[in-house]
């Protein structure tokens, strides 16, 4: 699902318009990124949760080459699914 399929969804499902839900989905999506921007977690109790990880600097091999270079230290972002997502996926 794209995020215009997402919206077409939830349109449907709460009979608002789609222009209307296309802002909240854009609004939500915002709302996630500043706070994964800021270290904060979002967390959607039974869906999951947005956090920010870590990923140390390590020694990486080039594939075409061989050669062995330094991969620098970078944030991630974790989603964690929640219990009754992982219920329904596992259904």
Same mark, same amino acid.
């Given at each position: 699902?794209?995020?215009?399929?997402?919206?077409?969804? /939830?349109?449907?499902?709460?009979?608002?318009?789609?222009?209307? @839900? &296309?802002?909240?989905?854009?609004?939500?999506?915002?709302? /996630?990124?500043?706070?994964? /921007?800021? &270290?904060?977690? /979002?967390?959607?109790?039974?869906?999951?949760?947005?956090?920010? &990880?870590?990923?140390?600097?390590? @020694?990486?091999?080039?594939?075409?080459?061989?050669?062995?270079?330094?991969?620098?230290?970078?944030?991630?972002?974790?989603? @964690?699914?929640?219990?009754?997502?992982?219920?329904?996926?596992?259904?």
């Amino acid at each position: 699902m794209n995020k215009q399929e997402l919206i077409d969804a /939830v349109a449907s499902a709460t009979g608002a318009s789609k222009a209307s @839900t &296309g802002q909240t989905v854009d609004a939500f999506l915002e709302a /996630v990124t500043k706070a994964g /921007v800021a &270290g904060d977690t /979002v967390q959607l109790i039974g869906f999951g949760s947005f956090s920010q &990880g870590a990923r140390a600097a390590r @020694t990486g091999r080039n594939p075409a080459t061989g050669q062995e270079m330094q991969i620098a230290a970078a944030k991630t972002v974790k989603f @964690t699914a929640g219990k009754i997502f992982k219920e329904a996926v596992n259904r």
